[in-house]
């Protein structure tokens, strides 16, 4: 069994920003496209039960669990209903709000892995 491991949930979680973020960025260049259907990945969450990670016993009273590794699916964006007259589906305006929320989420990334590696140095030095 491996542990659950900090910095390899972050570097998966960086992974599928930078999926998600490839996605997002072929819907705005083809925003113009006649026929074009929005795609998007399957949330984190669902990354991550996929995983089955799970809290790992480390000393006798803990708990098990596991962690595997978990594979990013680009789909159809479902919440894109809405076709335009050339029937593309691509709506800028969310396209760019989900670019925004994956550059907020690559900080929010960022910051916790530097934390973790602060306090994880910090403790190496004692």
Partial sequence: MEPVNL???????????????SAVAGNVANVNTPGYGTVDVE????VLDKSGVA??????GHLTGRVTEAGFAIREDDRAASLLPSE??????NELMKAGEIGRQF????????????MLMLTSKS
């Fill in 88 to 93: 593309n589906s691509v709506v800028l305006e």
């Fill in 7 to 21: 910095f390899h949930l972050a570097a998966q979680q960086s992974r599928w920003l930078a999926v998600r973020q």
């Fill in 55 to 60: 809290m790992t016993a480390t000393q006798a």
């Fill in 43 to 46: 949330p984190f969450e669902k």
């Fill in 107 to 118: 900080e929010l990334n960022t910051a916790i892995v530097k934390a973790f590696h602060r």
